[in-house]
């Protein structure tokens, strides 16, 4: 029979691994066929939940969250969250993927308005 610290330990690996996955996907998301996307807001709906996610719905109803990311050394979300103002136009960089079932969105972490 298995250990349970053995199938504990494959099991931390697997989160782990996950995360890191999600966290350096580096998904740039584009209107046409380039890698980026200009984005209107529709609306900003502030913290979000437990972890305090930032989350914006641009004008397609498409959901982004905007959140620090460690792994790419970005600990300014409160900052850009502030950049962003409702009717305005942006081109965004993300980086993750839409998950439904861990309620993961992509992130979004560059931002200049056009």
């Not at 209107?31 to 529709?42: D, P």
Request: aromatic share 10%; glycine share 6%.
């Amino acid at each position: 029979m298995v250990e349970f610290s053995t199938v504990l330990t494959l099991l931390v690996i697997i989160i782990v691994g996950c995360a890191v996955a999600f966290s350096l996907s580096g998904a740039v998301i584009s209107v046409t066929v380039s890698e980026e996307k200009n984005i209107t807001i529709q609306e900003k709906l502030g913290a979000h939940g437990e972890n305090g996610m930032y989350l914006v719905i641009d004008t397609e109803d498409n959901v982004y969250s905007v959140e620090d990311n460690y792994l790419l050394g970005s600990f300014d979300a409160s900052n850009r969250y502030a950049k962003l103002k409702s009717e305005h136009n942006y081109h965004i960089k993300t980086v993750g993927i839409r998950n439904t079932f861990l309620t993961w969105y992509p992130n979004i972490i560059e931002i200049k308005e056009i």
